[in-house]
Structure formats: C-alpha cells, structure tokens
C-alpha cells in the first residue's frame, strides 16, 4: 500500500483570484487601475504632464508614476485605451492632434518594461464598446454602438460580435459634418468635434449670455429657456453624427457614456428622436439610446479591462 505523505494530503492552496489591469491615456492624463472579472475597480491611480509642452521623457514619467499602482497586484495583463490614432498590432499611437510627444509612442512597449507583463493597445473608443459588451447594457449583443462624449467624443462600434476596428480607423469625431463649419484642431472644417464636444457646449453658453464654464449639468437644472435651447441643439449636435454610424452599420442601440449623463432624460430622448426621425431603419432594428451607468472616469477603463478578457 503506497502512503501519500501528509504534506501531499492537504487540500492545496486557492488560487488568487484573476485581476485585470487597464490604462486610460488621454491629452494631459493617465490614469491606471485594477479591476476584478467583474469589472469592479479595486485599486487606481493617476498621474498628469502637459500635452501642449509635454516631450517623450515627460509621458514616460507620467507613465510610470501611473503604473505604480499595478505593485501590489498580479493582473492578467493590461488593456490600453489611448485617444488619437493607435496601432494595436505595433503597440504605438501613432498620433494625437492635442499632444505632439505622443506622435510614434511606444506605449505597450514602455508600459510592459514596466510592469513584466502582456500590454495590448486600443482606440478608446474601441475599448468603450468591449467594457459595454463584457459589464455593461451590452452584454449580450452581437450588435451595438457605444459613445463617448464630453471633452472626448468617439463612437465604438461591435458588429456581428465583432469590435469595429480597421487599421488607420479612428473614432469618427472628425468626420464631416458641415462643411462650412468651425476649423477643427485637426485642420479640417466642419468635423463632429467642433459640434459635439464640451467646448462647444462653453462656447455656446457664452455667447448666448449664460456665464463662462457653463457645465450640462449646469445648464440643464438652471431652469432658463435659452438654457434648454442649447441643451437641445447640443443633443441635436450628438445625433449628427450617431444618424451617420446607424446610416451605415445600423447598430440599432447606442449607449451614451460621459458627459451626455448628466443632460437627463431629456437630452436622451432628443438624440433618440432625432435619430429615429432622419434613419429610415425599415428591415433593420429601430434605434434605441440608452445611457451608461458606469461612473465617467470608468468607461474607458472596463474598456481596457474588457481587451483584457476577450484576449483571454
């Protein structure tokens, strides 16, 4: 009879449970966190530089500052959701209008030096979509779209259960949308982002006499008519450019994150109005908006998250 030795007879240790690392690299901001499977964020940190003024040696500082948070944890890997254009298979972003350091970036390299770990590199908007697909109201679907608004705009688009996402493709905020419109800081005139993006929304606000730095929020809970005007023309500004994606790929739902909270039901039922009213969606799903519920600064972040689960 063979004996099994007493240290072989006990029940062997629980594994840790997985965690999920994820970064969000915008213009002046890096944030960083870890996030359980679930999509609960455990621990995060951020870190700032000046994208105006900013050099390489900057971003990598701030990069690391940022990083520190992943120490104490072993994450399964890190999902980076970076603004402008990105190359996910060489791990740079190629370009960012508002940061001239980030031009050619080596981000999956320089954060994986970093940490020891497998870093893989998204639009951000890309990766709002797959936090949306794993956590949030698009769980489920095959199909869906997923906005960001605010300072940042950007539509993620999955398509068939696939995530949109064709080399040089961008998140549509500088698709042409007036042709006589405002000059973008991309050089082009008329882009989405000279509608639909919180300066914008200020700019408006000041000219029409309401006060400098006038929020959504703001806006909406004043109570003054004009107030509501531009609030209205601000969701009608939105749905510029979301009539184009559903004209296309007809995703049938979008889900607003960002800034576009904080505008009620209210701004909600304009952008879905106007975007039933100017598709004709026969044979196709009716077009529906809904209205994220993660906190702001965790959309992008259950996006990196998300990269993270789906390459596992």
């Known amino acids: 009879m063979r004996l099994v030795p007493e240290a072989a007879r006990q029940p062997a240790a629980p594994a840790a449970p997985r965690r999920l690392g994820a970064v969000e690299l915008v213009p002046g901001r890096i944030t960083a966190a870890v996030l359980s499977v679930a999509g609960r964020v455990l621990d995060r940190t951020e870190s700032s530089y000046d994208a105006a003024t900013a050099a390489p040696a900057d971003i990598d500082r701030a990069l690391a500052q940022a990083a ?37 970036y080596p981000v999956t390299e320089r954060l994986g030096a970093l940490t020891g770990t497998g870093v893989r590199v998204e639009h951000r908007a890309r990766l709002q979509v797959l936090g949306d697909r794993w956590f949030g109201a698009g769980r489920g679907r095959r199909t869906f779209a997923s906005v960001s608004t605010g300072e940042v705009l950007g539509v993620g688009v999955l398509y068939d259960g696939e995530v949109m996402a064709p080399p040089g493709g961008r998140s549509g905020a500088h698709m042409t949308v007036s042709a006589s419109g405002e000059r973008c800081t991309c050089g082009n005139r008329g882009c989405w982002k000279t509608l639909a993006t919180t300066g914008w929304l200020r700019a408006r606000a000041r000219a029409a006499g309401l006060g400098e730095a ?34 296309l790929f007809a995703p049938g739902l979008f889900i607003l994150h960002g800034e576009a909270r904080d505008g009620g039901e209210r701004f909600r039922t304009v952008v879905e109005e106007r975007l039933r009213d100017a598709v004709a969606f026969a044979g196709a799903e009716r077009p529906r908006v809904l209205v994220g519920t993660a906190a702001v600064d965790d959309v992008a972040l259950l996006g990196g998250a998300g990269l993270v689960l789906s390459r596992l």
Do not use: K
């Not at 959701?81 to 190629?94: F, T």
């Not at 929020?217 to 009539?243: K, R, S, T």
């Open 68 to 104: 520190g948070v992943f120490a104490a944890h072993e994450v399964q890997g890190i999902g980076v959701a970076a603004a402008g254009l990105v190359d996910p298979d060489a791990g740079l972003i190629l370009e960012v209008n508002d940061v001239p350091a980030l031009h050619g």
């Open 214 to 247: 006038m929020s959504l929020a703001g806006l909406v809970h004043g109570g003054d008519a004009l107030a509501g005007q531009v609030v209205e023309e601000y969701a009608h500004n939105l749905a510029l450019g979301l009539v184009n994606v559903q004209q």
